[in-house]
């Protein structure tokens, strides 16, 4: 169960929260604002909405891809934003509407994050062992 909390306050997130005890969801960071300024988009509030819950999404309203972006790096499971298949319809487009190709940039951005986070306590690789062979011990007397 996907839950957006567009438009409610953390008392009602709480509630929410109570209500869906046992139930399997995600909680949806989302300003609903349609289109909204980077400087609105608030992902910090995915952080906290995951002390009810152990993965995270958000509701992307605004005119480019950054912020999902970002929120992607901050380990969103979910991303939701509106899709369209092109500036010219057909339908009613908005300036916020997520075209195919933006939704390719997307998924490969969820690849590189993913290749960029690697393991917390992995092995050093061999690059690294080399350079550490190179330059330990280089400078000391």
Excluded at 27 to 42: E, G, K, L, Q, T
Aim: with cysteine; glycine share 8%; hydrophobic share 40%.
């Amino acid at each position: 169960l996907l839950v957006s909390t567009g438009m409610h306050d953390a008392a009602e997130v709480a509630q929410a929260a109570e209500v869906l005890r046992g139930a399997s969801y995600t909680f949806m960071h989302c300003v609903s604002i349609y289109p909204y300024p980077p400087s609105r988009a608030n992902l910090s509030r995915m952080a906290w909405l995951r002390q009810f819950t152990d993965s995270g999404g958000f509701s992307d309203h605004s005119n480019s891809l950054e912020a999902a972006k970002l929120a992607i790096a901050l380990g969103a499971t979910y991303v939701e934003r509106h899709a369209c298949l092109g500036p010219d319809g057909p339908g009613r487009v908005n300036p916020w509407d997520t075209t195919p190709a933006q939704w390719k940039e997307l998924a490969q951005w969820v690849d590189t994050v993913e290749q960029a986070m690697g393991v917390a306590e992995g092995p050093l690789g061999a690059e690294e062992l080399a350079a550490r062979k190179r330059f330990i011990g280089r400078w000391s007397r």
